[in-house]
């Protein structure tokens, strides 16, 4: 049994499995879930799991080499832009929320949270350790 970090044996198990330029998505629960993508349904109530709970868990086992946010997320929450730029340091591309979904389309998972802010979702592009 795991004492520390992430819980969640689906979780793990995914980004443990995860290759080099692996895309995971971490989502409002409004973002729609395209058809054949795997979903982690985290859930439970309007705000409950968080978007930024889950987010810093996730940086904190995946090696993350960039990210993606819509353009939408920079425009109506710029807070939560700087949130995410503190939590994942890294380089990332700033894109229509519309090109974001058909990006989102390639993800390896989709990890929905209980977010209910608009446009809180990224998408996180796996690295190396070297």
Excluded: C
Excluded at 21 to 33: K, T
Excluded at 78 to 106: A, C, G, M, W
């Amino acid at each position: 049994m795991k004492k520390a970090g992430l819980l969640h044996s689906e979780l793990s198990k995914i980004i443990a499995a995860m290759g080099h330029g692996d895309m995971l998505v971490i989502a409002d629960n409004g973002l729609p879930i395209p058809s054949g993508v795997h979903l982690v349904d985290l859930a439970l109530r309007p705000g409950t799991v968080s978007f930024e709970d889950v987010l810093k868990t996730v940086a904190e086992e995946l090696v993350i080499e960039s990210y993606v946010v819509a353009t939408e997320l920079q425009e109506t929450n710029p807070t939560l832009l700087n949130r995410v730029q503190q939590i994942v340091d890294k380089p990332y591309e700033i894109v229509e929320h519309t090109n974001f979904k058909k990006i989102s389309e390639r993800a390896v998972t989709i990890i929905r949270t209980g977010e209910w802010t608009p446009y809180a979702n990224v998408i996180l592009v796996a690295g190396v350790p070297f």
